[in-house]
């Protein structure tokens, strides 16, 4: 831009102008090309500061994302289900997230066999760590739902029953989000929580169907910004 050329009165509302259009292209390139394949003419800013810089002028996002999930009952009963989730962060570290999975399995034991179904609601608060190619995530939340327990005797000799009620507990997750900067993106979990009230199905002869005590599960799944 060459100044001379324009009129004395006019040039530093020109100059002015010019280094705002470079700041807002300087931010962009920031938020769309975060790690630029040809080598720059001055030594990039930290990790770190780049992603404090992106947070301050990238709008909030809300996270959708679908879920496959594994569950491991007290009873050492394996459920697989999924379900659906919404993180939306409050500010660049920190996110509330919410899920409703469904889980089901058939169980087996010598008298017969337990039909398990599992659905659930949770809400939790969690914190982000980590560089823009690996994404960690610690969230400590609550999860509560209603189980379906309906029993088929294998012989004449035994009857089949139902059980059902409400189980409730907290649970803390820990995730692993590769590329989470991607507009679609895998994600990796695993959560632990206990029941704090839960539901007991009873197995004459058996080990029982436990809804009880401590759980696990692992997640695979793929979110969308």
Excluded at 184 to 210: C, E, F, Q, W, Y
Aim: glycine share 8%.
């Amino acid at each position: 831009m060459a100044l001379s050329q324009a009129a004395p009165t006019a040039r530093a509302r020109l100059l002015a102008l010019a280094i705002a259009e470079l700041v807002a292209a300087s931010w962009s390139e920031l938020e769309n090309n975060p790690e630029p394949r040809a080598p720059p003419s001055a030594p990039l800013a930290p990790a770190d500061a780049r992603e404090a810089a992106r947070g301050v002028i990238a709008p909030l996002p809300i996270e959708l994302a679908a879920v496959a999930d594994a569950r491991l009952l007290a009873s050492r009963d394996l459920l697989f289900g999924g379900g659906a989730r919404a993180e939306v962060w409050v500010s660049p570290p920190f996110f509330l997230r919410f899920d409703g999975l469904a889980h089901y399995a058939e169980v087996s034991r010598a008298t017969g066999t337990i039909a398990v179904t599992m659905s659930s609601l949770s809400a939790a608060l969690g914190a982000s760590f980590g560089k823009a190619s690996v994404r960690t995530d610690v969230s400590v939340g609550a999860r509560a739902g209603y189980v379906w327990m309906s029993g088929v005797a294998s012989g004449e000799t035994t009857s089949g029953s139902r059980q059902n009620g409400v189980w409730a507990g907290p649970e803390l997750s820990l995730e692993c989000a590769p590329w989470p900067r991607a507009r679609i993106h895998p994600l990796v979990s695993l959560s632990l929580g206990a029941h704090v009230v839960g539901v007991r199905g009873t197995v004459n002869k058996g080990r029982d169907v436990m809804v009880t005590s401590i759980w696990s599960s692992f997640s695979v799944g793929a979110a969308l910004r």
